[in-house]
């Protein structure tokens, strides 16, 4: 570990957002990047809603040369099996030295606030590059810098399944349907990244199938209520090469 850096590890989907946020940090040299962590379905072996193999994250990290941390989370109907895991995690950069975790959030407060509880138990503190930035601003930026990004999955309710597996570009924003973030922060849609300029190398990938996939879970409702609800997402299969 270099020393006069403060250590931090990343939390990492492999998507734009988290790119970026490591560009940023990288880029004050104040921070030691221990590793990039990412959190992998045990049974599916793909990562969240994004749906990105396991083997494409690893290469990814490669590409990057970052040390990658994999974090295995089993099938749960609720957060705790999530809660206790990142916990464990969390307990374990302390005892390794690690003072902080960075995001790539950039606007859901409460995203935030759920986040800031669990690193405050274990005295860790959260660090946030790309906080408050304009979506807008944050995508063009993104772009100029070099980055490339493939949309590697989206919700059905905005998004038709031939954009998946399309290369992220300077329309993309204008081409986004009204209420549609163009950073997708609201869960609109999630990005893999396979160049740019922390890339030794570019990431190699062909582009597989779309599967449709339907999630159920339970919201609170106006008057307080649980109630069921689900989710339509359209997956692009980006299959190592």
Not at 61 to 81: F, I, N, V, W
Not at 174 to 195: I, Q, R
Not at 201 to 226: C, D, I, M, N, W
Request: hydrophobic share 40%; charged share 20%; net charge negative.
């Amino acid at each position: 570990m270099q020393q006069g850096k403060q250590n931090v590890t990343i939390s990492w989907s492999g998507g734009k957002d988290a790119a970026f946020a490591l560009h940023k940090i990288l880029a004050t040299g104040l921070y030691n990047v221990v590793h990039l962590h990412t959190v992998i379905g045990a049974s599916t072996r793909r990562v969240g809603l994004h749906g990105v193999r396991e083997e494409l994250i690893d290469e990814q990290a490669t590409c990057l040369g970052m040390p990658l941390h994999k974090l295995y989370l089993p099938e749960s109907p609720d957060h705790g099996a999530y809660e206790t895991l990142m916990q464990d995690f969390y307990r374990e950069c302390t005892a390794a030295g690690i003072k902080a975790v960075v995001f790539g959030d950039i606007f859901l407060e409460d995203l935030r606030a759920y986040r800031e509880a669990m690193l405050h138990a274990v005295g860790l503190k959260g660090i946030y590059p790309l906080w408050a930035i304009p979506s807008e601003k944050l995508l063009h930026d993104f772009l100029a810098a070099g980055y490339k990004t493939v949309l590697c999955s989206a919700s059905a309710s905005w998004f038709m399944p031939g954009r998946l597996g399309v290369t992220i570009d300077n329309t993309f924003a204008a081409s986004l349907p009204a209420g549609v973030d163009c950073c997708g922060e609201n869960g609109e849609f999630h990005t893999l990244v396979y160049d740019g300029p922390l890339f030794q190398k570019p990431l190699s990938f062909r582009a597989g199938e779309v599967v449709k996939r339907s999630y159920t879970f339970q919201k609170v409702s106006a008057t307080g209520e649980p109630e069921p609800s689900s989710l339509d997402f359209w997956f692009r299969d980006l299959v190592p090469l």
